[in-house]
């Protein structure tokens, strides 16, 4: 029986998402609580793969499973193997053939920015010592939603077929100390979303017009778009199922 | 001329806000930020003492410079020698003789607290993995407004001579995944507040009655009220003066 995990992890200490040789990822880690728990080997896919350093504040991942399982008993014992950065929230049974990464037909990133010092948030946001005009960011984040093709904020070495993404919502907006920028779309490209910050903060800092960063657009090359900001300070806050993903056994 | 400095901190790797030896303390690291930028031994006074560990979000310490400082330049100055866990965020010129301790009117904190595990509020937040009745907590806490000793919730050793606080603010809620409990007080006692909130988890875990609560503090005894709780998830969030205390020179 396949199951969905939903989990949530503080990606600091680890080389991203996905397995790989020679650096500790979120999966690896997972994948080994849960070979121990149920006692055979066990891999997991996950909705997508998270950057190193990169966080998630909801993840999907999907498993395959012999026989019946208690879920709630499941999380308890995950969480109890898995260290504090990790979290396993729930256990979701889903149809026969739900895939985590297939089937997503939303995720949402948030990006965290400081323009002060700020003691907490040292590990968990990115600080621009500078002021910002939010409001010429928020007008050129919107340019956004006219444009598919997003191959200027695509790492160049990929092997996606298109660079079409339907972005579905996008704002900056001041949460008490923190300055965020959320961006919701069916898709991202490799490291599209910190090229998109980095691109905008630009545009903040009027190095950037909104000509500029349409341009940029429709230049389809990398090297025109701004530079890739931190990992740290980006988060993956969610990623959307069609709710017939959940209907099912259980 | 007297200037209060206004500063926030992670009280993680510091054994507290004052000076003593064979510990670093927050005080000794601003003093010594504050003596290279002005070349001489500067000493500095705080609004009250933080525990090892704990944190501040407002803190003001005064501290007294010859001659006239641009207060600008001074606090971008510091901002530049302190560690990333300390920042300034103001230097505010004020009387001749107001004192960051005596003249504070008032103090507020927080304390947090996850009841799931949660890879983000691992330093920062207590967790406590248990149905707590937040209803209940808050009805006991409101029993505090009632009186006027506290000598229940204070260290033993300490060197007050009278253990009378008014309590002007308490509350527990909900704001987002933290259960966060804030409480106003014209003054403190030592440990008091991990104190009450050890105690009202004791309340909120069933074991202890809102009369049994009462009876702690009647009692004026510390062996009767709860468990201290950790100090990493303790705030200093506000220290409050009378406006006249910053209407003077500059």
């Not at 979120?26 to 950057?51: M, N």
């Not at 919701?184 to 905008?200: Q, S």
């Amino acid at each position: 029986m396949r199951y969905f995990i939903e989990l949530s992890y503080n990606g600091e200490k680890y080389h991203g998402w996905q397995n790989q040789p020679n650096a500790i990822s979120v999966q690896e880690v997972i994948e080994k609580a849960l070979s121990t728990v149920l006692r055979k080997d066990v891999s997991i896919l996950g909705a997508g793969r998270t950057d190193a350093g990169v966080h998630a504040k909801q993840m999907f991942a999907h498993v395959d499973v012999e026989e019946e399982i208690n879920r709630t008993e499941l999380v308890f014992k995950l969480n109890s193997f898995l260290p504090q950065d990790i979290a396993i929230q729930d256990i979701h049974a889903v149809k026969e053939d739900a895939h985590a990464r297939f089937d997503a037909i939303g995720r949402t990133y948030e990006y965290w920015i400081v323009t002060e010092k700020n003691p907490f948030h040292n590990q968990s946001a990115h600080l621009v010592y500078k002021d910002l005009d939010v409001d010429l960011m928020n007008e050129a984040a919107k340019e956004l939603f006219n444009y598919e093709d997003f191959k200027c904020f695509s790492k160049t070495h990929t092997d996606v077929k298109t660079y079409f993404c339907t972005i579905e919502t996008v704002c900056w907006e001041q949460r008490n100390e923190l300055l965020v920028f959320t961006i919701r779309a069916d898709r991202f490209l490799r490291n599209m979303v910190r090229a998109i910050v980095g691109t905008l903060l630009e545009v903040g800092l009027g190095k950037l017009s909104i000509a500029g960063f349409k341009q940029i657009i429709e230049s389809r090359n990398r090297n025109n778009a701004g530079t890739s900001v931190p990992g740290k300070a980006l988060y993956l806050t969610a990623v959307t199922y069609p709710a017939e993903t959940f209907k099912t056994h259980g």
